[in-house]
């Protein structure tokens, strides 16, 4: 059964202190893999698509990076405004005309000052 | 350029009614998905409609439907609610789910007693 896995499950980090966030997948061929940021009572909101492995793209403080089997979200010198839950999503490639996002359970990353 | 805007943003329900939610999706994207989010979960995706056909759904029952309307804009019908259909239902929409990311609305907060 395709399925994505995140961890942890939480992390609570002092500002500055870097750290990184697993995405593990198992599809039978990706078609992307996407990160989202979801603060509490929101929607989420798009922060990168990666297609093959090997790839790295970042925004800020942020940088991911993907192999066959995982992606990596890399925080760098955290602030608490990054506070929020991560969440990870792929597209397989039975996924025909659809978009379809299967997403893991997301990471809830907690920055203290 | 406006986002994706869901209509309402709460609402509480009586197991057995129906309820339906209405999404309008960023200005030039022809396809829009909707998601159920449990709490504490990822989303799940529940179909998806193309310039007003459904090209694509998940793993839920009939008695969850849709429509898109010739300006793109979505509706979300649920049937016979059951109390674990309780969750955050989130439309996002894009303008080619494979070439760019989906834009998420902040999703209606649906509770059902």
């Known amino acids: 059964e395709d399925q994505v896995t995140q961890s942890p499950e939480a992390l609570r980090l002092q500002e500055g202190e870097s750290s990184s966030l697993n995405c593990s997948y198992t599809?039978?061929?990706?078609?992307?893999l996407f990160w989202y940021r979801q603060d509490p009572g929101k929607g989420p909101e798009f922060l990168f698509t990666?297609?093959?492995a090997g790839e790295e793209k970042e925004k800020e403080r942020l940088k991911a990076t993907l192999t066959k089997k995982e992606s990596f979200l890399h925080i760098t010198a955290p602030k608490p405004e990054d506070s929020a839950t991560y969440l990870c999503?792929?597209?397989?490639?039975?996924?025909?005309?659809?978009?379809?996002?299967?997403f893991g359970q997301g990471t809830t990353l907690q920055v203290k000052p | 350029e406006t986002g994706v805007t869901q209509s309402p943003t709460h609402l509480i329900k009586t197991r057995g009614q129906q309820v339906t939610l209405r999404c309008s999706s960023q200005?030039?994207?022809?396809?829009v998905s909707w998601y159920q989010q449990a709490l504490g979960q990822g989303p799940q995706f529940i179909f998806q409609?193309?310039?007003?056909?459904?090209?694509g759904r998940g793993n839920f029952p009939p008695r969850f439907s849709g429509l898109q309307f010739p300006n793109y804009s979505s509706e979300l019908n649920v049937n016979a609610l059951e109390l674990d259909d309780s969750a955050l239902y989130l439309c996002?929409?894009?303008?080619?789910?494979?070439?760019?990311?989906?834009?998420f609305g902040s999703g209606t907060r649906l509770t059902v007693v």
């Open positions: 996002a929409s894009s303008r080619d789910p494979f070439l760019y990311g989906y834009t």
């Open positions: 599809v039978s061929g990706l078609r992307g």
């Open positions: 990666l297609y093959s």
């Open positions: 999503a792929v597209r397989e490639v039975g996924s025909g005309n659809t978009g379809k996002l299967i």
């Open positions: 200005s030039g994207h022809n396809t």
């Open positions: 409609y193309y310039r007003e056909e459904e090209n």
